[in-house]
Nanobody, 115 residues
């Protein structure tokens, strides 16, 4: 049974930082590309960043240069380091495989950027 458990969200000021973690279980984590997506109120869920099994990364234009995705295969965990946060980064953040699996979405973690 696949489980993806996100953590690390919270309240941050504009320009601040947060580090999200996603603990994975139920599959051979190291073999799969992983991703982070976000969903703001009233908007569709969209890809933020992805990382292949080999460590190659992809970022949405909106976060390029500010966010860093990484993974620790020994811990079955994928991370999202979020720097220089903006108001528009406010959303629920989810991790998933890449490409997304509709049956793998977890509860997500809320990130709120506010002054």
């Amino acid at each position: 049974q696949v489980q993806l458990v996100e953590s690390g969200g919270g309240l941050a000021q504009p320009g601040g930082s947060l580090r999200l973690s996603c603990a994975a279980s139920g599959f051979t984590f190291s073999r799969f590309a992983m991703s982070w997506a976000h969903q703001a109120p009233g908007k569709e869920r969209e890809l933020v960043a992805a990382i292949t099994s080999g460590g190659s990364t992809y970022y949405a234009d909106s976060v390029k240069g500010r966010f860093i995705i990484s993974r620790d295969n020994a811990k079955n965990t994928v991370y999202l380091q979020m720097n220089s946060l903006k108001f528009e980064d406010t959303a629920v953040y989810y991790c998933n495989k890449w490409p997304f699996r509709s049956d793998y979405w977890g509860q997500g973690t809320q990130v709120t950027v506010s002054s």
